[in-house]
């Protein structure tokens, strides 16, 4: 039940959620690779995870770099695709569909092309963990795209899991976190809406990558869980 000595690779890894994941996994022991499509993060990611860790810059939408990334990678214990674009919250009627596509096609297509390409250089006992969130269990209003990624991806999960088998497939769905992806927020409104958010939630607070990267490194180790998506949201399903 430990990651020591395996190889993960963490696409979207140098920031966020994903970067907390792979400052866990290096801690138990394992090999990370991270690939985003700055290469300013990815340098400033290599700095912080030091001796060991390799990145690579990698645009998640483009079909032949994710093969070619792939190709290159060679074997790997484990697969985290945490990559996406900032949250697009908006009302439908305003809604621009052109960016709506755009953010499925880091989200959910990048994910998919990148399992489509990783999944054969998996090693037996590996898995592949992907990013939902709980807007797809508990939408609101404005969330329309957002809530459609996150039902596909809970989908997605799943189908993998049978498809690719014994290679196992999950899916973290994390509530509110503190992340980068709330960045397109004014600064008033991203302090305000986790202020709120820590109010309603039974913990009393919202959370931070380390408290969602934990389910991710649990997914990994856990050699009897697939098909599985784990809600990582501070109780904010229930309330």
């Known amino acids: 039940m430990s990651l020591q000595g395996q190889r993960i690779v963490v696409i979207g890894g140098t920031s966020g959620i994903g970067l907390a994941v792979a400052e866990g996994a290096a801690r138990e022991g394992a090999g990370v690779v991270v690939a985003s499509r700055r290469q300013e993060s990815v340098d400033a990611a290599l700095k912080l995870l030091g001796d060991g860790a390799e990145g690579q810059l990698l645009d998640a939408t483009d079909e032949d770099a994710v093969r070619g990334f792939f190709t290159g990678a060679g074997a790997f214990d484990h697969l985290v695709y945490t990559a996406g674009e900032s949250l697009l ?64 991806m809970e989908s997605l999960a799943r189908a993998l899991a049978v498809e690719l088998a014994p290679v196992r497939v999950n ?37 931070e990558p380390a408290d969602v990267a934990e389910a991710y490194l649990y997914l990994m180790r856990g050699g009897y869980s697939t098909g599985s998506v784990v809600v990582v949201d501070g109780g904010g399903t229930l309330v």
């Not at 755009?102 to 999944?119: E, H, N, P, S």
């Not at 600064?187 to 820590?198: P, T």
């Open 171 to 207: 899916a973290v769905s994390p509530g509110v976190v503190r992340t980068e992806l709330w960045r397109e927020l004014p600064e008033a409104d991203r302090e305000c809406l986790f202020r709120s958010s820590a109010e309603s939630l039974p913990v009393g607070r919202v959370g």
């Open 89 to 152: 919250l908006e009302p439908l009627a305003r809604a621009d569909v052109v960016r709506a596509r755009q953010f499925m096609d880091t989200r959910l297509w990048g994910a998919y092309t990148a399992v489509k390409y990783g999944a054969g250089s998996i090693r037996p006992g590996g898995s592949v963990v992907l990013t939902t969130g709980t807007a797809g269990r508990r939408p609101m209003p404005g969330s329309s795209a957002a809530s459609a990624l996150c039902g596909a």
